[in-house]
């Protein structure tokens, strides 16, 4: 349980055992079929080709139509939207897409309440924090979403100082007066690596004890290539 100005922070890296280039190169001969098998037999009989150190890059961008920050270096893309909730709404490995973005929504906003004009979820997909435990029968439940600051207005973005061979950026949720916190991360990507780290900080901005688990929610594209995009429930998973 978190007091007054208490914090709690964890982390974890995605892609950390892929963070070689021959990797890459494995996964896109296999991403036209074959599965797992394939991808790592073809991963272990490539050989890593010599890759010189470069700085990962933190640069202006625009995806879908959204203004966006696009963490980069020669091997991955992390597209940010700190105006929607601070949410990561693309990574690509290999030139493929991994995350799900609601095309129905691409480019657009929330209203300033960070909601739906009818005061509904503005679910543009993504990777997010949210608090846990979620549910609807008591104040020890988080009641989303909808959640007008947390999911839907915008974060503070902070490019932190770089490290040789290492670019961050940190994203700062507004403070929630209905959850009592204040969400943060840390997204630090790598030179040369598919690796990418995640640091997420909660912060108890209220008067009194809050209790909440830190929650990434991530939603995948979890469509073929040959799927219909008329239908985008069907390449949705969470």
Known sequence: MWGKKTREAWNFDFFKI?????VVGAYSQAADGGGMERYLQTAA???????RETQPLATTSTYQGWK????????IELQVLPDIGGRIIQFKLGGHAFLWVNPLLAGKLPAASG????GGW???????????PQGWANEQQWP???????????????KLPDRPGETAIRLTSRNDPRSGIRLSRVVRIFANSTRVSFEATMEN???KPRRWGIWAHTQLDGALSHDNDSFPARKLIT
């Open 122 to 132: 503005f679910n543009s997909g993504g990777d997010k924090l949210w608090p846990a």
């Open 115 to 118: 909601l739906t004009e009818d």
């Open 45 to 51: 009989s490539t050989a890593a080709p010599d890759v």
């Open 144 to 158: 989303g979403p909808p959640d007008a600051v947390l999911d839907g207005q915008p974060y503070q973005l902070e």
């Open 205 to 207: 901005i209220d008067s």
């Open 68 to 75: 966006s920050l696009c963490l980069g270096n020669n091997l």
């Open 18 to 22: 892929d963070g070689r280039t021959e």
